[in-house]
């Protein structure tokens, strides 16, 4: 969350770690359907200059998470800051 990416470049890097920790749990044969995730918002940098409207941060979170969470994963809880919410 600190530095000055994009969202866009967030969404990358969530992309990326999400998938790699479900090959993970998948390679240990962890029964997804067992697990629960809570993940962070999708959002830009805290030094980035282009801030992100709550539009762009929600679509960018579904977004995200639908490309990589497994549908055998029962559940999905997000943590909204209401810094986020002004």
């Known amino acids: 969350m600190d530095g000055e990416h994009s969202i866009e470049v967030t969404v990358k890097i969530t992309e990326h770690v999400l998938a790699e920790v479900y090959k993970a749990l998948h390679d240990a044969n962890i029964l997804l359907e067992g ?44 943590s909204i800051s209401y810094n986020y919410l002004n």
């Open 35 to 78: 697990t629960l995730l809570k993940p962070n918002m999708v959002i830009q940098g805290s030094e980035c200059k282009t801030l992100s409207s709550n539009a762009q941060i929600g679509h960018a979170t579904v977004t995200v998470l639908s490309r990589t969470v497994p549908v055998a994963v029962p559940g999905v809880t997000v």
